[in-house]
Protein backbone atom coordinates (compact mmCIF):
# COMPACT_ATOMS: atom_id res chain seq x y z
CA UNK A 1 0.00 0.00 0.00
CA UNK A 2 1.09 3.72 -0.33
CA UNK A 3 1.12 5.29 2.88
CA UNK A 4 -0.74 8.76 2.63
CA UNK A 5 -1.45 11.15 5.19
CA UNK A 6 -5.08 10.69 3.63
CA UNK A 7 -4.80 7.05 4.72
CA UNK A 8 -3.55 7.30 8.21
CA UNK A 9 -5.87 10.21 8.93
CA UNK A 10 -8.68 7.78 8.08
CA UNK A 11 -7.39 5.26 10.01
CA UNK A 12 -6.82 7.33 13.10
CA UNK A 13 -10.35 9.00 12.66
CA UNK A 14 -11.57 5.27 12.65
CA UNK A 15 -10.50 4.39 15.97
CA UNK A 16 -9.76 7.65 17.69
CA UNK A 17 -12.39 9.88 18.76
CA UNK A 18 -11.57 12.00 21.58
CA UNK A 19 -10.45 15.97 20.37
CA UNK A 20 -7.46 15.71 22.91
CA UNK A 21 -6.56 12.33 21.00
CA UNK A 22 -6.37 13.83 18.00
CA UNK A 23 -4.91 16.85 18.63
CA UNK A 24 -2.06 15.61 20.38
CA UNK A 25 -1.30 13.19 17.09
CA UNK A 26 -1.82 15.99 15.14
CA UNK A 27 0.70 17.85 17.41
CA UNK A 28 3.11 14.81 16.99
CA UNK A 29 2.73 14.91 13.41
CA UNK A 30 3.80 18.50 12.63
CA UNK A 31 6.71 18.07 15.12
CA UNK A 32 7.81 15.07 13.28
CA UNK A 33 7.34 16.55 10.10
CA UNK A 34 9.19 19.44 11.40
CA UNK A 35 12.29 17.46 12.15
CA UNK A 36 12.24 14.97 8.12
CA UNK A 37 12.33 18.67 6.84
CA UNK A 38 14.99 19.04 8.86
CA UNK A 39 17.07 16.14 8.27
CA UNK A 40 16.24 15.71 4.83
CA UNK A 41 13.77 12.38 5.20
CA UNK A 42 10.87 11.21 3.75
CA UNK A 43 8.70 13.84 5.42
CA UNK A 44 5.08 11.97 4.29
CA UNK A 45 6.04 8.53 5.96
CA UNK A 46 7.23 10.28 9.07
CA UNK A 47 4.05 12.15 9.26
CA UNK A 48 1.81 9.19 8.96
CA UNK A 49 4.12 7.17 11.46
CA UNK A 50 3.79 9.87 14.22
CA UNK A 51 0.05 10.25 13.33
CA UNK A 52 -1.07 7.04 13.99
CA UNK A 53 1.68 6.30 17.39
CA UNK A 54 -1.55 6.43 19.45
CA UNK A 55 -4.12 5.13 17.05
CA UNK A 56 -5.35 2.20 19.50
CA UNK A 57 -5.25 4.37 22.57
CA UNK A 58 -9.08 4.38 23.03
CA UNK A 59 -9.31 0.91 21.84
CA UNK A 60 -6.44 -0.24 24.56
CA UNK A 61 -5.98 2.13 27.14
CA UNK A 62 -3.48 0.47 29.04
CA UNK A 63 -0.02 -0.33 28.77
CA UNK A 64 -1.16 -4.11 28.63
CA UNK A 65 -2.77 -3.65 25.39
CA UNK A 66 -1.31 -0.24 24.18
CA UNK A 67 0.03 -0.31 21.48
CA UNK A 68 1.12 -3.41 21.17
CA UNK A 69 -2.51 -5.11 20.11
CA UNK A 70 -2.91 -2.21 17.75
CA UNK A 71 0.20 -3.50 15.60
CA UNK A 72 -2.17 -6.27 14.26
CA UNK A 73 -4.87 -3.93 13.40
CA UNK A 74 -2.32 -1.83 11.24
CA UNK A 75 -0.76 -5.08 9.60
CA UNK A 76 -5.10 -6.16 8.52
CA UNK A 77 -4.76 -2.71 6.91
CA UNK A 78 -1.57 -3.09 4.72
CA UNK A 79 0.46 -1.00 6.78
CA UNK A 80 4.57 -1.57 6.29
CA UNK A 81 6.26 -3.23 8.70
CA UNK A 82 8.59 -0.39 8.98
CA UNK A 83 5.96 1.52 9.96
CA UNK A 84 4.39 -0.49 12.65
CA UNK A 85 7.68 -1.38 14.32
CA UNK A 86 8.25 2.29 14.87
CA UNK A 87 4.63 2.90 16.18
CA UNK A 88 5.70 0.23 18.68
CA UNK A 89 9.40 1.59 19.78
CA UNK A 90 7.34 4.66 20.59
CA UNK A 91 6.59 2.62 24.24
CA UNK A 92 9.15 2.56 27.18
CA UNK A 93 7.25 -0.59 28.02
CA UNK A 94 8.10 -2.53 25.10
CA UNK A 95 11.92 -1.89 25.02
CA UNK A 96 12.19 -2.13 21.50
CA UNK A 97 15.46 -0.48 20.01
CA UNK A 98 15.22 2.66 18.60
CA UNK A 99 17.17 2.28 16.10
CA UNK A 100 16.53 4.34 13.03
CA UNK A 101 16.40 8.54 12.78
CA UNK A 102 12.31 7.73 12.73
CA UNK A 103 11.81 5.96 15.81
CA UNK A 104 14.36 8.35 17.45
CA UNK A 105 12.61 11.39 16.61
CA UNK A 106 9.27 10.22 17.28
CA UNK A 107 10.12 9.20 20.93
CA UNK A 108 11.57 12.59 21.09
CA UNK A 109 8.48 14.95 19.87
CA UNK A 110 5.84 12.49 21.72
CA UNK A 111 6.53 13.46 25.05
CA UNK A 112 7.67 17.19 24.65
CA UNK A 113 4.50 17.85 21.77
CA UNK A 114 2.52 17.53 24.52
CA UNK A 115 3.93 19.60 27.24
CA UNK A 116 4.60 22.53 24.68
CA UNK A 117 1.06 22.38 23.86
CA UNK A 118 -0.21 22.82 27.76
CA UNK A 119 2.73 25.75 27.81
CA UNK A 120 0.81 27.36 25.12
CA UNK A 121 -2.73 26.97 26.46
CA UNK A 122 -1.88 28.75 29.61
CA UNK A 123 -0.71 32.19 27.56
CA UNK A 124 -3.17 34.86 26.06
CA UNK A 125 -0.78 34.45 23.13
CA UNK A 126 -0.12 30.53 22.47
CA UNK A 127 3.04 29.43 21.24
CA UNK A 128 3.64 33.07 20.24
CA UNK A 129 6.59 34.43 22.05
CA UNK A 130 7.03 31.19 24.08
CA UNK A 131 10.43 30.27 24.91
CA UNK A 132 12.79 28.02 25.65
CA UNK A 133 14.02 28.59 28.94
CA UNK A 134 10.42 29.40 30.30
CA UNK A 135 9.05 25.37 28.94
CA UNK A 136 12.28 24.40 30.70
CA UNK A 137 11.01 26.18 33.72
CA UNK A 138 7.56 24.57 34.03
CA UNK A 139 9.15 21.13 33.41
CA UNK A 140 10.89 21.77 36.76
CA UNK A 141 7.30 22.13 38.29
CA UNK A 142 5.99 18.54 38.71
CA UNK A 143 2.35 19.83 38.85
CA UNK A 144 2.45 21.44 35.61
CA UNK A 145 0.87 18.82 33.21
CA UNK A 146 1.81 16.59 35.44
CA UNK A 147 1.37 13.50 32.84
CA UNK A 148 3.79 14.59 31.05
CA UNK A 149 6.95 12.21 31.82
CA UNK A 150 10.33 14.70 32.39
CA UNK A 151 12.74 11.80 31.98
CA UNK A 152 11.05 11.08 28.51
CA UNK A 153 11.43 14.64 27.41
CA UNK A 154 14.95 14.88 28.48
CA UNK A 155 15.95 11.36 27.00
CA UNK A 156 14.36 12.21 23.53
CA UNK A 157 16.36 15.44 23.45
CA UNK A 158 19.51 13.35 24.24
CA UNK A 159 18.23 10.82 21.78
CA UNK A 160 18.41 13.58 18.80
CA UNK A 161 21.95 14.84 19.89
CA UNK A 162 20.13 17.77 20.75
CA UNK A 163 20.23 20.77 23.55
CA UNK A 164 17.09 20.51 25.44
CA UNK A 165 16.86 24.51 24.41
CA UNK A 166 16.72 23.37 20.64
CA UNK A 167 14.94 20.68 20.61
CA UNK A 168 11.87 23.22 22.36
CA UNK A 169 12.78 26.01 20.09
CA UNK A 170 12.23 23.40 17.14
CA UNK A 171 8.81 21.92 18.86
CA UNK A 172 7.51 25.18 19.20
CA UNK A 173 8.15 26.00 15.85
CA UNK A 174 6.50 22.97 14.38
CA UNK A 175 3.31 23.35 16.74
CA UNK A 176 2.85 27.08 15.40
CA UNK A 177 1.30 26.73 12.27
CA UNK A 178 -1.15 24.48 13.42
CA UNK A 179 -1.99 26.59 16.79
CA UNK A 180 -5.53 26.64 15.81
CA UNK A 181 -5.89 23.10 15.22
CA UNK A 182 -4.90 22.48 19.15
CA UNK A 183 -7.12 25.17 20.45
CA UNK A 184 -4.41 27.42 20.88
CA UNK A 185 -5.01 31.26 20.13
CA UNK A 186 -3.52 32.23 17.24
CA UNK A 187 -1.87 35.69 16.42
CA UNK A 188 -4.08 36.47 13.48
FE1 LIG B 1 1.40 5.84 23.26
FE1 LIG C 1 1.67 9.81 22.25
Redesign the pocket.
Known amino acids: MDVTRDRAWETLTRYTKSESLLR ?1 AIA ?1 EASTRHYARLFGEDEEFWGCAALL ?2 FDYELHPTLDQHPQDGAPLLREEGYPEELIDTVLS ?1 AEHLQIPRDTLLKKTLFAC ?1 ELSGFVHACGLVRPSGLEGLEPKSVRKKLKQPSFAAGVHRDEVYAGAELLGLELDEHIANIVQALRPIAGELGLPTSA
Open positions: HVHDHD
